[in-house]
Structures are given as C-alpha cells and as structure tokens.
C-alpha cells in the first residue's frame, strides 16, 4: 500500500521554506530552510519516495533516499538536496511502502531576527474539506501565507472560504491546479 504525505501545512513548510527560499511575511523578508524528519512506523522495511513539485514547473524533482528499518528515523535538511535549487518555490510528496510520521521545521536564517519556527505534520491521505483555525491578514502585525497541495492524479479545483470574525465570507477559486501541484 503506498501511503501518500501531503498536506496544507506541509506545503505551506515548503513553500516558505524551500531552500533559502525569500518570503514575504507581515513587514519583514525573511529566509527560511526547511528540515524533514521521519520515522517508519511499519513493521517491515520502507522504500521511500520523495519527489518536489516546483510551482513553475509540473515535473517532479525525484529524491533517491535510502530504505528505512522497521521504527527507525531520520531526516532531510532540504537545504542540503543538490537537486533542489535555491529559491525553490513548490510542494513535495513522501510516500512509502510502509505507515510513516513525519514533522517539518523551517528555520530563520541566522541574524534575521525573526524568532518564529514554522512547523506542521504530514498526513496520509487528502481531503475535500480542510480548515486552518487561524489566518492573519495585517493582524498584530503579521500575516499569513496559505497554501493548498492537489494530492490526486488529476488537476483539481480549490474555493478557500475566510471567514472573518466580523463582516462578510471572501472566497477565492482557483481552478485547474494540476496532480501534486500548489
């Protein structure tokens, strides 16, 4: 069974993340690098895949990482994969032949001071229906970045519905994302 790992947070890790990747977030640039750490939680051996989606590109950048024993763990430091460029803007996908957990951080370039440490989970499955309890728009001076993963085979369509604490619903559709991109 092949188990996919995707989802809002992990691509919002990654797209701010990346490799040394810029983001704008509330009034500061920042630069932030992402590390991936995983644990096979099967009872057999796992063959891993990884495989990054640029947001300019629809081809995968496959990753080749080695299999993983039975309860064993360890991590990717995304800034150190040759393959993947600095600036990169995008997405990934883990999945394996066995259950795994994983965590993502993302971590300031040193001397930005900015003390905030994005982190998120991987899930095994997409879903239809995803809310994020929080969103900021210019509040307490700082602001959000959202970004949504098409885990399926095929383009898909997205509504994002904000809901304010007062005023009106803003919704915003984006159609045609293509399989795994944001």
């Given at each position: 069974?092949?188990?996919?790992?995707?989802?809002?947070?992990?691509?919002?890790?990654?797209?701010?993340?990346?490799?040394?990747?810029?983001?704008?977030?509330?009034?500061?640039?920042?630069?932030?690098?992402?590390?991936?750490?995983?644990?096979?939680?099967?009872?057999?051996?796992?063959?891993?895949?990884?495989?990054?989606?640029?947001?300019?590109?629809?081809?995968?950048?496959?990753?080749t990482?080695?299999?993983?024993?039975?309860?064993?763990g360890?991590?990717?430091?995304?800034?150190?994969?040759?393959?993947?460029v600095?600036?990169?803007?995008?997405?990934?996908?883990?999945?394996?032949?066995?259950?795994?957990?994983?965590?993502?951080?993302?971590?300031?370039?040193?001397?930005?001071?900015?003390?905030?440490?994005?982190?998120?989970?991987?899930?095994?499955?997409?879903?239809?229906?995803?809310?994020?309890?929080?969103?900021?728009?210019?509040?307490?001076?700082?602001?959000?970045?959202?970004?949504?993963?098409?885990?399926?085979?095929?383009?898909?369509?997205?509504?994002?519905?904000?809901?304010?604490?007062?005023?009106?619903?803003?919704?915003?559709?984006?159609?045609?994302?293509?399989?795994?991109?944001?």
């Amino acid at each position: 069974m092949k188990i996919k790992f995707a989802s809002v947070v992990l691509v919002l890790a990654l797209l701010l993340g990346g490799v040394f990747t810029s983001a704008q977030a509330g009034a500061y640039t920042t630069q932030f690098t992402t590390s991936v750490t995983y644990q096979n939680v099967g009872t057999g051996p796992a063959t891993i895949n990884l495989v990054f989606y640029s947001e300019a590109s629809p081809t995968g950048i496959p990753i080749t990482l080695p299999e993983l024993a039975p309860l064993a763990g360890t991590s990717i430091y995304v800034g150190s994969i040759g393959d993947i460029v600095n600036g990169f803007k995008g997405s990934a996908v883990m999945s394996s032949n066995q259950p795994l957990v994983s965590t993502l951080v993302q971590v300031p370039k040193a001397g930005s001071g900015v003390a905030v440490r994005p982190m998120s989970n991987g899930f095994t499955s997409g879903s239809n229906y995803v809310l994020v309890p929080t969103v900021l728009k210019n509040t307490f001076g700082s602001n959000s970045i959202v970004s949504v993963q098409n885990v399926d085979a095929v383009a898909a369509d997205f509504e994002l519905i904000f809901v304010p604490v007062s005023g009106s619903s803003i919704t915003v559709n984006t159609d045609g994302i293509p399989a795994n991109a944001t």
